[in-house]
């Protein structure tokens, strides 16, 4: 197990970011033929022309709660008629879990039309949703005073929602297995991880122990989120761990604050983390994991589905990066906020 250390300031606190390692070159024989121009510096390409060939939808949400979209392959803007503070669409974008304010029920809306096609039966306070791969299964985290914090699950046709869990750390993986944590251990479709002493050894070995924060997964790796239970405790580190499942290495991100939401790259080449209300911060996990000039923190990032590109929220606009060429791109919006790419 590695343990990362490099150091970045977020807010006038320190996060730690690991370093990717360089790649060394070796040259080949005498005479050998070198790498065409074109693959050292590709031809420039307008940024307009590399977002409509990025495709997919990418959605946020803008100044006064409105729930944008934007058609790459046309860069057309739709938004949605209803009032949408919170917004999940389908990993597919066939259809939106919204919430138009707090403790409101969250809605379905079409993914095409915008238009709401019925309310469900969740509501409360919604901490978040969780989708399945498929696109069959949402997850939502809500609490009220009446029923404490619990996990909600709908299914398609997401009209009823059935309590499954009690604790907020729900996550689905791309082979359609569920991660779930009670706290302090990870479950994966109810077996548990042997994953511990590595939490443990995360969160700095605290006298009063860890609570499991947040978890994500991408085919080939596990990221979860851990805190202290006691703050105060000298031992005590916020981290967040991240096993590679192929190899069975783990690494180690020391943060400043605990995390309650993060997301992989899906081609596991990187991940963000949150750090504090509309702060997420961007991490590496290879070479060229991030794009060169990617800001490190931002309001909110989202990968297209194939990984090649990745869009950032900053103040004004969202702008799009394509991690092979360099280009990048930039959309219009007022103060965007929870990005999310579908196909």
């Known amino acids: 197990m590695r343990i990362a250390v490099p150091l970045i300031t977020v807010l006038g606190a320190l996060v730690v970011l690991v370093a990717a390692p360089t790649r060394s070159t070796v040259a080949g024989p005498a005479g050998a033929p070198g790498p065409h121009p074109a693959d050292i510096h590709p031809p420039p390409l307008h940024s307009r022309d590399m977002m409509r060939r990025a495709g997919g939808v990418v959605w946020w949400i803008g100044r006064g709660c409105v729930l944008e ?3 790459m392959s046309t860069l057309a803007v739709k938004d949605a008629g209803a009032r949408a503070c919170r917004a999940w669409p389908s990993p597919d974008g066939a259809v939106v879990l919204a919430q138009g304010r707090p403790r409101a029920p969250i809605v379905l809306l079409s993914g095409s ?25 949402a997850a939502a985290c809500t609490s009220d005073r009446r029923h404490g914090i619990r996990v909600e699950l709908l299914a398609a046709p997401f009209r009823r ?8 750390t729900t996550a689905f993986t791309p082979a359609g297995t569920t991660l779930t944590s009670d706290g302090h251990a990870v479950y994966e479709n109810g077996g548990r991880l042997r994953l511990d002493a590595t939490l443990e050894t995360a969160a700095g070995r605290p006298r009063h122990g ?14 979860v989120a851990v805190a202290p239970v006691d703050p105060s405790d000298p031992n005590a580190m ?19 604050l605990p995390s309650y939401h993060l997301a992989g790259a899906p081609d596991g080449s990187a991940f963000w983390y949150e750090q504090g209300t509309n702060r997420d911060v961007l991490q590496s996990l290879q070479p060229g994991g991030v794009p060169a000039g990617a800001p490190p923190i931002a ?13 950032v929220s900053l103040q004004g606009q969202v ?16 103060d965007p906020r929870s990005l999310t790419w579908t196909p």
């Not at 039309?113 to 299964?137: C, F, I, N, P």
């Not at 929602?161 to 907020?168: D, L, N, Q």
Request: aromatic share 12%.
């Open 161 to 168: 929602s059935a309590t499954v869990g009690y604790h907020c």
């Open 113 to 137: 039309s915008m238009r709401k096609l019925q309310s469900t039966t969740v509501h409360g306070r919604v901490e978040g949703v969780t989708w399945s791969a498929d696109s069959q299964y």
């Open 69 to 71: 979209r934007v058609t």
């Open 299 to 311: 309001h909110s990032y989202a990968w297209s589905p194939g990984a090649r590109y990745l869009a």
């Open 238 to 256: 916020f981290a967040i761990m991240v096993l590679n499942r192929e190899t069975g290495s783990t690494s180690i991100f020391r943060t400043t």
């Open 210 to 223: 860890y609570a499991v924060t947040a978890l994500t997964a991408t085919s080939s790796l596990l990221a």
């Open 319 to 334: 702008k799009v990066f394509d991690r092979r060429t360099g280009a990048t791109g930039s959309l219009p919006a007022f």
